[in-house]
């Protein structure tokens, strides 16, 4: 069955710093999303992306998050500058045309900031 | 945007026995509702999903129950086994955009 990739599972970064999260999507997948997970919470919309553009962002997608598809099969996330706050469990999810049957997580990235 | 309400935060069973957990959301231009298990450090796992055109759908052991008059889903797991222990969310949408708006959790724990 195809996977959602990502990488890496799991990063420690000093607040301030920029991170940048990586995912592989399904390779005919076309719809490509971030959520976001604070250990024992909800799982959080971030921001959706088709067509090599946002198509929405949440309250949480600030200017310190930006998000890039620069070579056809990654998807990456960016923080600029990275607050205690921004630690959390980070999925990206893909999907393709046929609608929300294509829709899968990727295995997460747990993003430390002490 | 959308408010998803999931009842309980916590439920414990014994094994064999029912487990229900109830969503409501606010929006009523969502129609599609997954719902997904996540064990711990683990990635949601979709186990199971309903649009607005059904009333209910089942596999096996789980099923889940839509009433968009009320704007409320459930999730009904049937004869529990200790494999069914872990957090469960709901979730709506919109076919629009397939934005998804989740619940708080559920944690569910089978007792042997």
């Known amino acids: 069955e195809p996977e959602v990739t990502q990488t890496p599972s799991h990063q420690v970064t000093q607040m301030g710093q920029e991170v940048i999260l990586r995912c592989v999507p399904i390779?005919?997948?076309?719809?490509f999303y971030w959520y976001r997970q604070i250990l024992g919470q909800k799982v959080e919309f971030l921001v959706s992306f088709y067509n090599n553009e946002i198509s929405e962002k949440s309250e949480i997608f600030d200017d310190q998050f930006s998000v890039e598809r620069p070579d056809g099969s990654n998807f990456t996330l960016k923080i600029r500058s990275t607050k205690l706050e921004d630690s959390a469990m980070y999925f990206c999810?893909?999907?393709?045309?046929?609608?929300?049957?294509?829709?899968?997580f990727g295995s997460g990235t747990r993003l430390t900031v002490v | 945007g959308e408010n998803v309400e999931q009842h309980p935060s916590t439920l414990s069973v014994q094994e064999g026995d029912s487990a229900v957990i109830k969503c409501t959301y606010s929006?009523?231009?969502?129609?599609?509702f997954p719902w997904y298990k996540q064990e711990l450090g683990k990635r949601p796992q979709l186990i199971i999903d309903i649009r607005s055109n059904v009333g209910e759908k089942k596999d096996q052991r789980i099923a889940v129950t839509l009433n968009k008059t009320a704007k409320h889903f459930s999730l009904h797991i049937t004869e529990t086994q200790p494999e069914d222990s872990a957090v469960y969310f709901c979730?709506?949408?919109?076919?629009?955009?397939?934005?998804?708006?989740f619940g708080a959790g559920t944690t569910v724990t089978v007792r042997a």
């Open positions: 979730a709506a949408s919109a076919w629009s955009d397939y934005k998804l708006s």
């Open positions: 929006d009523s231009a969502s129609n599609y």
């Open positions: 999810a893909s999907r393709g045309t046929q609608g929300v049957y294509g829709y899968t």
């Open positions: 390779s005919n997948h076309l719809y």
